[in-house]
């Protein structure tokens, strides 16, 4: 499965006065310094800083984490640009540089076509790209976002993407600002991808990843029935009926809320109102899943003073925060690959009880978290 990045950015609401160069973005693109930490960054394009006010800093750092300092006097064609990026706090080099089309030029009718086709040029025809991510996909502040392709190369990965920000103008009316951008991340490792993707964690063989689509489809190949009943959630896509390990159970799919990438299943099986039915369901999984993946990366089985199993009030303890019933798995030595987590969980003032069982990928799991943040 591809991976790819997606960042959501704002609109610079002021005119950006950029030097006269000749550098081309597809150049820049071709020679992206990702090895090079932030102060290296700035030393290389010294001519080319451009500081933002503190004001507009503060409005793009709202959406996005780039640096203060950008980039500019870089051009697309016809068209002006710069470029701000974002440091990884770990290794302090880039993590992703976004190109920002400069918001007071209007472009003519064929801006897009030009766009693709100059990039389709150098990096061939655009990757396969799942349909329900290039949607209109709403933000914090009415912030829009919409990707129109994407392209892959050895040096780098390039998503086109259309944003329409709203802001109000000298006269307090409302106004909306289309910007168009790229987004440009490193390349993938593709040999260690490659070694890690046999380990991702899989539901019933199926990997906990790619679009909602494709894992439901592989969900009905299995034979589990879509709820009708259920309304989706903006993370929550799908509820599906069956049974897993010869019980009951109901599915729920979780998703990125930007992407739409599948990164959690949740099992819901064992329920009932007794407190031994329950924990049975619990242990027969966790027996299971130790016999499949060795010792648990983690687990937790107490109840807090002066409750213990066989006072009655378990399931009321349960859903008081009083106990706690949880083991996690992790699928691999490779930690953050993917964990499996058994939990018993119950309704207010232990009605029923259950047992959920979490299949999270790893990287999926950065993904979410990072497309979460980026919208904040």
Same mark, same amino acid.
């Given at each position: ?75 697309? =064609? @016809?068209?002006? %640009?710069? $470029?701000?990026?974002? *440091? ?5 080099? #880039?993590?992703? /540089? ?10 003519? =009718? @064929?801006?897009? %076509?030009? $766009?693709?086709?100059? *990039? ?5 025809? #655009?990757?396969? /790209? ?10 914090? =502040?009415?912030?829009?976002?919409? $990707? ?229």
């Amino acid at each position: 499965m591809k991976r790819f990045f997606i960042t959501v950015c704002c609109a610079i609401m002021t005119l950006v006065t950029f030097a006269q160069s000749e550098t081309h973005v597809l150049d820049f693109v071709r020679n992206c310094p990702w090895e090079l930490t932030d102060t290296q960054i700035q030393e290389k394009y010294r001519d080319n800083i451009f500081i933002l006010s503190d004001s507009i800093s503060q409005l793009l750092n709202s959406s996005l984490p780039i640096s203060s300092n950008v980039i500019s006097g870089i051009k697309f =064609n @016809n068209y002006n %640009t710069f $470029i701000g990026y974002a *440091i990884d706090i770990e290794t302090k080099k #880039p993590s992703v /540089f976004t190109c920002i089309f400069d918001p007071t030029q209007t472009p003519d =009718n @064929n801006f897009i %076509t030009e $766009i693709q086709t100059t *990039i389709s040029r150098s990096y061939g025809e #655009p990757i396969e /790209f799942p349909d329900e991510a290039k949607n209109k996909q709403e933000h914090a =502040n009415g912030f829009f976002s919409r $990707i129109v392709n994407a392209w892959e190369g050895q040096n780098a990965m390039i998503i086109f993407a259309v944003f329409d920000y709203p802001y109000i103008d000298g006269n307090n009316t409302q106004q909306t600002m289309t910007m168009n951008a790229l987004i440009i991340t490193p390349p993938e490792e593709e040999e260690k991808e490659n070694n890690l993707e046999g380990y991702r964690v899989k539901f019933r063989g199926i990997p906990v990843n790619g679009s909602a689509n494709t894992f439901c489809t592989e969900l009905s190949k299995l034979g589990y029935v879509k709820d009708p009943s259920f309304t989706p959630t903006d993370q929550v896509v799908a509820a599906y009926n069956g049974t897993y390990g010869g019980k009951e159970c109901t599915l729920f799919v979780y998703v990125t809320p930007a992407t739409k990438t599948v990164y959690q299943v949740r099992v819901i099986v064992g329920e009932s109102n007794s407190w031994s039915i329950v924990k049975n369901t619990y242990l027969f999984f966790k027996n299971r899943f130790e016999a499949k993946y060795g010792e648990p990366w983690a687990s937790e089985e107490k109840f807090e003073y002066p409750y213990e199993d066989g006072c009655g009030y378990e399931l009321t303890c349960i859903a008081r925060n009083k106990a706690t019933f949880t083991t996690t798995f992790n699928n691999t030595d490779e930690i953050g690959i993917g964990f499996i987590d058994i939990t018993i969980m119950s309704s207010t003032y232990g009605g029923n009880g259950w047992v959920a069982i979490d299949f999270r990928d790893g990287q999926n799991m950065l993904l979410n978290e990072a497309e979460l943040n980026s919208s904040l």
